[in-house]
């Protein structure tokens, strides 16, 4: 694959014009049209939603997860770590993004503190049929989230299967069947069941530094269907995961500083860490559809979450700079040492109920309404601490009058709480849709709102959203687009949590009132469908908590004390760069500023500023089953981000640029949709493919965070570079048994 090869300012015209598709191989259904269009699995009235393809999500190269690894491609998604599954959108930080399977919300583990920790995502793309993301202006049926909405629906299969795949990080096996038939001849009863293991081990040893890893994820998820009749059906979706992660470090050693100043941090770590996280959840749902009109769900679910997080790692340090011709050392600025330490438990149980019912009183109508109750029990332990020495003193430490009194032993910090709380969560929802014509003008109308009521802080919010799309009855096929709303980030267990480990009954919900013009221009191109999508933003936000970026953790200061702001432009090209296969380009521009207590407008931890990504896939004319796909990422650095406890008025430098080419190469040895004949044991396969990915193929070394180091001489605060991974292949066996 020559064009691989050539520099990334030619490779768009390349990929637009390599190669040509015959007009009478044409589709016209690639690039799905938002109004009017065909009922599907997965039906959504969203005017902001972005459908991608579960085929694409499986094929992605990605180390975090193949849905949340092809989302980060999108041009209002930022995240600056590979190992994470979690992502930033439009200004926003991690947790403010929801996430449902079927319709039910999901929680993600909550005391992740570092990347390398995180294990699987709790989305199997193996399992899903249709996915559904919105970067904002969401309709009402969606919480109180002030970011995006990702709805995922799983699929059913619809006859037997078993299908797997091993590689040097890992495996799954899924297999699923339909029994029976109903009246319409559909399969009366369904089951999908799919396991996963993970070991990230030999991907972390990419790292420069003497650590011993030993990360073990692994989770089990099944979907039932019972089809009693047509217009009656009970499923369930369970799912459990288990993520161990063990680290003993031993010694580390970075340079930074610049050419004129290196500098080098060279530590050596005695102690362990040693996290576990351990998710449970069960849905059970009852779905009745009496005629084509009237649509009833109902919902029952419980989702418990165990994490224990447990460390305490001695280090010693010293901070010196080289002469940068000759290498020796000239200046030590610091010799210092520290001891962090943690036992931290949560314990997450939430249940509860709801019930949707929609009603279309004909094809260009719908009008929904939704409750939803929930009880949750959180009982959160937290006694964490940090004890720093540099030159004989604990830091902070204060003048002393006589020099050789150390004075009294301090800690950097000490978080330290005992919390446990039962409170109910209600809400509400109705919204109505409507698509009708306005002269030869094709027009679509969503408004609603939510109310939700929370008695932990007694506080009920009100969520007025609407959205509206016209589509001229142009020659050219544009759609414009105008959503918005007032949207709530409702607290929970992070937000009423204060730097001291308690939790805050007086938090309020962060609002955010959102407006969004987007445009969508259709077109072909050399006989190709191509949809090109820009979108403008403003968000409006008060009642802010403001937080600490803790490498991929979001501590918040449990206060609302703090106003801010956020705009940018998103635009994407979306088609067929190469016949018969989808690819896309992406960039955008966002900014976001809070002001914390009248101080003035600083960027939030979030501020991503100019971001570029692209999704490719290709083949080889002669040989279709070669096959590639590239991720490509520039984004500029984000703000470094305060220490916990200090002023972030007083830091406010960049991260370096986030920069990272993955690759996934494959060859297919069998494909029944090929039509062609296999024999013998080979026989029994439906889909074989083995596949190469290399990750960070150029070696960059990409920074996540800083850690700070302080000079007893100067009470300076250095920032040292945390470091993400290296460059690493990785093979893929890929199959399915009919």
Do not use: C
């Not at 109902?298 to 011709?325: G, H, V």
Request: proline share 5%.
């Amino acid at each position: 694959m020559k064009k691989l090869v050539l520099p990334l300012s030619l490779m768009v015209p390349v990929l637009v014009f390599s190669q040509v598709r015959k007009k009478d191989t044409v589709k016209t259904n690639d690039i799905e049209e938002i109004v009017f269009q065909k009922k599907v699995t997965g039906k959504t009235t969203d005017l902001t939603t972005v459908k991608i393809s579960a085929k694409d999500a499986q094929n992605v190269a990605s180390i975090s997860g193949g849905i949340e690894g092809i989302i980060k491609t999108l041009p209002s998604v930022n995240s600056n770590t590979e190992l994470s599954s979690q992502y930033m959108v439009r200004g926003g930080n991690y947790d403010e993004n929801l996430i449902y399977i079927n319709d039910i919300e999901i929680y993600r583990p909550f005391l992740i503190r570092n990347s390398q920790q995180e294990g699987l995502s709790i989305i199997n793309p193996d399992m899903v049929s249709t996915v559904n993301f919105s970067a904002g202006g969401f309709e009402p049926r969606y919480g109180d989230k002030m970011s995006s909405a990702l709805n995922i629906y799983y699929r059913e299969p619809e006859k037997f299967e078993v299908s797997g795949e091993a590689s040097l990080i890992g495996g799954r096996l899924t297999t699923g069947f339909g029994a029976g038939k109903d009246s319409d001849g559909n399969k009366k009863f369904t089951a999908l069941f799919s396991g996963r293991y993970r070991n990230t081990n030999l991907v972390l040893n990419t790292l420069k530094e003497d650590t011993d890893f030993n990360p073990k994820y692994m989770d089990f998820q099944t979907y039932l269907n019972y089809h009693f009749s047509p217009k009656l059906t009970v499923s369930f979706i369970g799912y459990y995961s288990k993520n161990d992660y063990e680290m003993i470090p031993r010694e580390r050693s970075i340079d930074f500083g610049s050419l004129q100043q290196p500098i080098n941090l060279t530590v050596n770590y005695a102690g362990r860490e040693d996290d576990k996280y351990k998710n449970m959840m069960g849905t059970a749902s009852i779905n009745y559809k009496p005629s084509d009109k009237w649509r009833f769900t109902l919902d029952a679910f419980a989702y418990q979450n165990r994490e224990r997080e447990y460390y305490s790692i001695a280090s010693a340090y010293i901070l010196q700079t080289f002469d940068p011709i000759t290498g020796t050392p000239v200046t030590s600025y610091d010799v210092g040492g520290q001891i962090e330490h943690a036992r931290n438990d949560l314990f997450v149980k939430t249940y509860g109920t709801q019930f949707r019912t929609r009603f279309s009183p004909n094809v260009n109508t719908d009008i929904e309404v939704g409750f939803k109750y929930e009880k949750e029990n959180l009982r959160d332990l937290t006694n964490e601490w940090r004890l720093v020495d540099s030159a004989g003193y604990s830091l902070p430490h204060e003048e002393f009058i006589d020099p050789r009194s150390p004075g009294d032993l301090k800690l950097m910090y000490n978080i330290a709480g005992k919390n446990q709380i039962e409170p109910t969560r209600m809400s509400a929802y109705a919204q109505y849709s409507q698509k009708f014509l306005w002269g030869d003008n094709k027009v679509f109308v969503n408004a609603g709102a939510r109310v939700s009521h929370w008695s932990f802080n007694n506080e009920t919010i009100f969520s007025p959203r609407a959205q509206f799309a016209i589509k001229p009855d142009w020659d050219t096929d544009m759609l414009f687009r105008l959503s918005g709303g007032v949207y709530y980030q409702a607290p929970f267990y992070k937000e009423i949590k204060d730097l001291d480990g308690n939790f805050n009954n007086n938090i309020k919900s962060q609002r955010s009132i959102q407006a969004i013009l987007a445009n969508d221009y259709e077109f072909y191109f050399d006989d190709r469908p191509f949809k090109l999508t820009t979108e403008l933003y403003y968000k409006k936000m008060d009642n802010i908590i403001p937080y600490y970026m803790d490498n991929v953790r979001i501590r918040y200061t449990g206060k609302n004390n703090a106003t801010g702001y956020a705009y940018g432009i998103d635009t994407r090209l979306f088609g067929e760069f190469v016949p018969g296969v989808d690819s896309w380009l992406s960039a955008s521009y966002a900014r976001v500023y809070e002001n914390i207590d009248g101080q003035g407008d600083i960027p939030r931890p979030t501020d991503q500023r100019f971001r570029f990504a692209m999704f490719y896939q290709d083949y080889m004319p002669k040989f279709p089953s070669m096959r590639v796909n590239l991720t490509l990422t520039y984004a500029m650095g984000l703000p470094t981000g305060a220490p916990v406890l200090t002023d972030p008025y007083q830091y406010q430098r960049k991260l370096p640029s986030y920069k990272r080419v993955d690759l996934g190469l494959s060859k297919v040895f069998i494909d029944r949709k090929e039509n062609k004949k296999t024999y013998g044991f080979w026989g029994n396969f439906e889909e074989l493919t083995l596949g190469v990915q290399v990750f960070n193929a150029f070696n960059i070394r990409n920074t996540v965070a800083n850690q700070w180091i302080t000079d007893a001489n100067t009470n300076l605060m250095y920032p040292v570079p945390v470091r993400l991974t290296g460059r690493f292949f990785n093979v893929k066996l890929e199959f399915k048994i009919k």
